[in-house]
């Protein structure tokens, strides 16, 4: 039986996501587009458990990884997910939405 990413280690989940790596590098060379999602997927939700909950707090806004110009502002934390709207611009999304952290980067 497979371990669920809360129950991982550090170590098993850098283990997981070397593993989801190769197989979403795989999925893309063979043009399997479905597949490379679900694997990216899965990578980041791992990702996610790796980071402390902690350090993200409600009324905080963060820049969405992968999607520049788009932010996001946290409502409230339910385990390794964010809950909350993106922001464009001025305007604010009025769908809530979760996201797992490891999607949030934090401003330097």
């Given at each position: 039986m497979e371990k669920r990413y809360?129950?991982?280690?550090?170590?098993?989940?850098?283990?997981e996501i070397a593993t989801l790596k190769?197989?979403?590098?795989?999925?893309?060379?063979l043009g399997i587009?479905?597949?490379?999602?679900?694997?990216e997927r899965k990578i980041t939700m791992a990702k996610a458990y790796m980071l402390n909950p902690?350090?993200?707090k409600?009324?905080?806004i963060y820049e969405l990884e992968g999607d520049p110009g788009v932010f996001f502002k946290i409502d409230y934390m339910n385990g390794?997910?964010?809950w909350g709207n993106r922001v464009y611009g001025e305007e604010i999304s009025k769908?809530?939405?979760?996201?797992?952290?490891s999607m949030l980067m934090k401003n330097e």
């Open positions: 809360s129950q991982m280690t550090a170590h098993e989940l850098h283990q190769e197989k979403a590098r795989k999925a893309e060379q587009v479905n597949e490379f999602a679900v694997l902690d350090d993200y409600p009324g905080d390794v997910f964010a769908e809530e939405e979760g996201l797992p952290i």
